[in-house]
């Protein structure tokens, strides 16, 4: 048995990784930066700031048209990060992947161009109370048009999902299930597995949120054979501005485009455009390049690290992080869910969530305080907004001693 | 402790912000508002109760940090008596102020909104202290 609260081992592989990122080197109030404000975005390694600069000063050109060198360069680089990005989900082919600027607009643009053409009014989409903003708003605003209508799974006060109460939702009117895999405000873990199953049964296409779950696991597409899956590349140590959309390509193949512009036709006339196949037909205009190159990068960076290393050492880190902050004073944890990843959110009784971002603040220490783009789910919990600290691979058990300590000061000040 | 800090939670501040003032509804106010800070989520609801042109009683609900319920907590007391006009005036100026590093807060030496300066040196705090005179000006612009 270890102690409680014993705090992990940082595995061989790890214990460099914090060197790899140039920022984290920097400090804030004149202390070193403790970060742990990763849900929101992470901090790049130096191989991916490389990758983007290297591109910009060697490669740099646009894409799918030209034929000189630069662009036949820059257009490899770009499509082969569709591949990788391919081989790490464990896609069936790579023209199942639609770069996007993130896991907005890839729900957007599933929206739009999968749902909005088939529903019509009284069809049901199907979502949880723990989702993000993102997986709320596009369908309220697809319902206000069609005339459909939003249904909401419950949680269960530890912040599971009620997962029978999820299942027995779906009913003959749900035209598409939406459900978080990992839920960026409270680290929630759902069994995707078994909802992906139930959908599959009654054949209701049904949609992934994985911005929190790419970073910390292995996610296998064709394991888990859901129909959508959207993240973020910023959340994964890439750059802003780019992401992707995995769709099914017998999904894709039906839907209608998303913007028009250049790149997505096959033929354009006054009277007519036809449109090119999958992916390209969802990529109007020039994409972001030097963002899939350095997603491209990150995916190299991960890998080389190993994600089943990443996965083991997190779950320890996260737990760690969970057990003190139950167990130090006048801290209450929101969310006790059976399966954590990435975030654990608190609220102290001393002081409201921003009072402990400044004092953390001042310590050098970044946390993120608010309500995380879940609204509803604060409201759940009968708050506003809760303190929350999310953790990445360059992490370590001394910054969850740090954020413990910090918030002794916080009692300090206002207890 | 950092300085900035000790300058931010000065007493006055936590001791309004511990033990707000008028904190609670009024019923059939004159004017009333609701804010919410969308970035954070905070929120406040500001009730008047005037007679003829003056504020009589100023009242508030908030969920909300200790900058916005000292700020709030202040405001109840500071506006009571003034006119309308004046008090939305007022806290126009001090709005504008809070956002001018340069420019102090419009105040006479002994005012207990001096507690609030602190703010200045924390720009992603700066709309905590401004959230509740916010909605003073929107709710004198909502007759009841
Ligand atoms: C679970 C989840 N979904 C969706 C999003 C939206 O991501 P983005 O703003 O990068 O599009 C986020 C970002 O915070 C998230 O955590």
């Known amino acids: ?415 | 402790m950092n300085s900035d800090l000790k300058a931010l939670y000065r007493d006055t501040l936590l001791k309004h912000s511990r033990d707000p003032r008028n904190r609670g509804e009024i019923e059939d106010p004159d004017h009333s508002a609701c804010l919410k800070n969308p970035l954070c989520g905070d929120q406040i609801t500001l009730y008047i109760a005037t007679r003829g042109d003056r504020i009589e009683s100023a009242r508030f609900e908030a969920q909300c940090c200790s900058i916005c319920m000292a700020s709030a907590s202040m405001l109840t007391f500071r506006v009571e008596g003034m006119t309308l006009g004046e008090s939305d005036a007022f806290a126009a100026t001090l709005a504008e102020a809070f956002n001018q590093a340069n420019t102090p807060l419009p105040l006479l030496e002994n005012d207990e909104l001096h507690a609030l300066e602190g703010v200045k040196s924390f720009p992603s705090r700066i709309r905590c202290a401004t959230l509740p005179w916010e909605a003073l000006r929107e709710a004198i612009s909502n007759k009841q």
């Open chain 1, 1 to 415: 048995m270890s102690e409680p609260h014993s705090p992990p081992q940082v595995p061989e592989s790890l214990k460099k990784a914090r060197d790899a990122f140039p920022i984290l080197k920097r400090t804030v109030n004149g202390k070193p930066i403790v970060y742990l404000d990763n849900a929101a975005s992470t901090q790049k390694p130096q191989p991916v700031i490389d990758a983007i600069s290297h591109y910009y000063s060697h490669e740099n050109a646009n894409i799918h048209r030209g034929v000189h060198l630069l662009s036949t360069e820059a257009t490899a680089a770009y499509e082969a990060a569709r591949g990788k990005l391919a081989r790490y989900l464990n896609a069936n082919d790579e023209s199942e992947i639609v770069f996007t600027r993130g896991a907005t607009e890839s729900i957007n643009l599933v929206a739009h161009s999968f749902l909005e053409p088939i529903l019509q009014p009284g069809d049901e989409i199907l979502i949880s109370c723990l989702e993000h903003h993102a997986n709320i708003v596009p369908w309220q605003l697809l319902c206000e048009r069609t005339g459909a209508q939003l249904k909401v799974a419950p949680i269960f006060d530890n912040g599971d999902l009620d997962v029978d109460a999820y299942l027995s939702l779906m009913g003959p009117r749900t035209k598409l299930a939406g459900l978080v895999h990992v839920s960026n405000a409270i680290g929630t873990v759902n069994p995707i597995e078994v909802i992906i199953e139930a959908a599959k049964a009654k054949d209701i296409p049904i949609l992934i949120d994985a911005a929190q779950s790419v970073q910390h696991m292995t996610v296998n597409l064709q394991a888990l054979d859901c129909d959508f899956l959207v993240f973020s590349g910023h959340k994964m140590f890439m750059p802003t501005g780019i992401g992707a959309l995995y769709g099914k390509r017998s999904r894709l193949d039906q839907m209608r485009p998303y913007q028009g512009g250049g790149d997505m036709i096959a033929h354009v006339t006054f009277d007519k455009t036809t449109f090119k196949k999958p992916p390209s037909r969802f990529e109007a205009g020039t994409p972001h390049i030097a963002g899939g190159i350095g997603l491209a990068a990150a995916i190299d960076y991960i890998e080389a690290i190993g994600r089943d290393v990443i996965h083991e050492y997190e779950s320890q880190l996260i737990t760690y992080a969970a057990d003190r902050l139950k167990a130090a004073p006048g801290v209450r944890l929101i969310g006790e869910p059976t399966n954590r990843s990435g975030a654990v959110s608190f609220v102290m009784e001393s002081a409201h969530a921003h009072d402990i971002g400044t004092i953390l603040d001042t310590e050098g220490i970044a946390i993120r305080s608010g309500h995380h783009c879940c609204e509803p789910l604060m409201g759940r919990f009968g708050i506003s907004a809760t303190a929350r600290a999310s953790i990445a691979l360059y992490n370590t058990p001394e910054d969850i001693d740090a954020l413990v300590a910090g918030l002794a000061k916080v009692n300090q000040l206002f207890g």
